[in-house]
Structures are given as C-alpha cells and as structure tokens.
C-alpha cells in the first residue's frame, strides 16, 4: 500500500551516479549473501508483513468522524515501524527491491514494463526472499486476525466465503483510508476518505471468490487454519478433494500451483485498487498512476507466496475431512 514514487526514483538514480564514479571491481568481487543473510531478510520480512497486516487494519479508524488525528497517528507509526523493519535486511535485498520497483517506466507500454520487472527480479534474486517473508508476514497477520474475528458468534456463524470477504473487505477498505488520511495530513473530508471503500469492495469480492472456488487450496484459507482458525469452515473444492489423496510428488506442485494462482489473481486487483481508489480520494489529476505498477508487483509477490503458503498446506492434514 506504500508507493514509492519520485523517492524511489531518485534514489536509484543517486545510486546509480554514485556507481559510475567508483571503479569496476573484478568479477566475484563482490560478497553473496549467505544462509545467515537470506534467513535475515526472510525474518525481517515476515515481520514487515505483519506489521503491514496491522497499519491496514489500523485505518478502518480512520472512517470514524473525529477519529481522524489519532488514527493518522496510529497509521504512520506501523508505516515508520515496518519501514524499519526492512531498513534491517541486507543490503542486496534493499537494492533488488528499488531495483524491481524502478524498473517500472510509466513512459513505456505495459508488457515492456512487465518484461523489465520480471527481468529485474531475475537479475536480483534476493528481491525474491524479501517479498516471500513479507507475502507470508502478511498471511500470517492475516489468519490472526480471521482467529480472533471468530471469536464473534455473529462472525463465527458465517460461511467461510463470507468471512473471508468481511475481513479482505477490512483491510482493503482500511488500507486506501489510512493511506488517504496520512497523505493529507489529517484533512482529508470525509467524502474523498469514502474512496477508501472502493478497495473494501475489491478485496471483499476477492476474498470471496479466492475462498468460494478454491476452499481449502486458497492460501488465505490455509493461512486461517495455520493460526488455529476453525479448520472446518471452508469445505475443499472438488479439485482439493482429488488432491488431497494423491502422492506427495502431485500434491505439492498442485497445491503451490492453485494457491500461487489464486493469491496471485487476487493481488492483481488488490494491488490496483488499493492505488486507484487512494488517488480518487486524494483527488489527483490522473487516478490510474501507479495503478498497473502495484497490480503487476503486487502479482508476482502475491504469486510467490502464495505458492509457498501451498506447500505448507500440503504438509498439513490435507485429507477431504479436513482441508
């Protein structure tokens, strides 16, 4: 939900001036991140999504008149706190991720765009642990939260579709509100903070439909049930219900494939709508900037960890009775 913007661009291009003054060092020069590394910018990432999980949450306050202050207050805090966060991971993850960001050239067609992050993301592979730790931190913050809504009769009697829809709906509408209010420094009318629910109503269709067509394969589904939330809320799709008895060398890779799919489908309209309906209510001249970058970048780590939050529903009991 944060947008990097002219900052980022900037930076890299600081970076990248700071990079042609200094001398070429030879190949294999330079140090590769190791084990220790890579588990640093994983678990620093996880904590990043968390923390991300929570400031969208914290906005829903945002929509209660008078509430504006603290809640902005409150909204920029977790911001500052999960910025920190990935302030500690190593320096290759901080560079892959303005590296794939900045690859994005809103002067250029769309496929180009998609063609130089992906390319951008093959040539700084750490980009790729940074987004994991973070998709699943989110996942993580996620099933929490979906645990303690269930302590709710009202939310508990649900179908799992619907409470899925409630909760997605929560964050997308908290997201683009927090992120209203923050950027107009507590001033934004009530109407353009109303924006906002337009992303409530993306994600909640989403949410909804990710749990209704692939039950227990969709990895905020899996996420629930990883954080102790009523595991038989959502019945298996017919396509889980094959999947669950078949040998691990086809269950695995189709689990990791449906649920990479789903998340990654969902993020694509997640991502863009979290923009979209920020600068509609930030009133800005043209609504749709940074919309395609989010939503392809939003994909692809939607995608990445939600194929990885597949394989650990596949290493759970993945039998029909209990998806």
């Known amino acids: 939900m944060s947008r990097a913007g002219e900052q980022l661009r900037s930076r890299i291009a600081t970076r990248n001036a700071q990079q042609q003054q200094q001398p070429v060092e030879p190949e294999g020069s330079e140090n590769s991140p190791g084990f220790i590394d ?3 910018d994983l678990g620093t990432g996880v904590l990043a999504g968390g923390i991300g999980t929570a400031q969208a ?3 829903l306050a945002s929509y209660i008149p008078g509430a504006e202050r603290p809640a902005s207050a409150i909204y920029r805090g977790l911001g500052r706190a999960r910025e920190g966060v990935l302030g500690l ?8 991720r303005e590296d794939v960001h900045g690859a994005w050239d809103s002067d250029e067609r769309f496929g180009t765009n998609v063609g130089n992050v992906l390319s951008s993301i093959r040539d700084n592979p750490y980009y790729l642990t940074s987004a994991l730790g973070e998709t699943l931190g989110s996942f993580g913050g996620y099933g929490k939260a979906l645990k303690l809504a269930q302590g709710s009769a009202r939310f508990a009697g649900l179908t ?3 409470q899925h829809a409630l909760l997605a709906g929560g964050l997308g509408a908290g997201g683009a509100g927090g992120e209203i209010v923050a950027d107009q420094d507590d001033d934004a009318p009530y109407t353009d903070r109303l924006a906002g629910l337009g992303a409530g109503a993306v994600y909640a269709g989403t949410g909804w439909l990710g749990a209704r067509l692939t039950g227990g394969l969709d990895p905020n589904v899996i996420a629930g049930r990883l954080m102790g939330a009523n595991r038989t809320a959502t019945p298996p799709s017919q396509a889980g219900l094959w999947l669950a008895n078949r040998h691990a060398a086809i269950r695995y890779p189709s689990h990791m494939a449906v649920a990479g799919t789903s998340e990654g489908l969902q993020e694509f309209a997640q991502s863009g709508s979290d ?3 920020a600068n509609i209510g930030l009133r800005k001249e043209d609504i749709w900037e940074g919309v395609d970058k989010a939503a392809v970048i939003g994909s692809i780590s ?7 939050m597949g394989v650990i529903g596949g290493r759970m ?5 209990n998806i």
């Open 317 to 321: 009991d993945t039998k029909a009775r």
């Open 89 to 96: 991971q190593t320096e290759h993850a901080q560079q892959a």
């Open 38 to 40: 890579g588990a640093r």
């Open 302 to 308: 939607g995608a990445v960890g939600g194929g990885a």
């Open 275 to 277: 923009v979209l309906f």
């Open 57 to 59: 949450l914290s906005g």
């Open 160 to 162: 799992s579709p619907a």
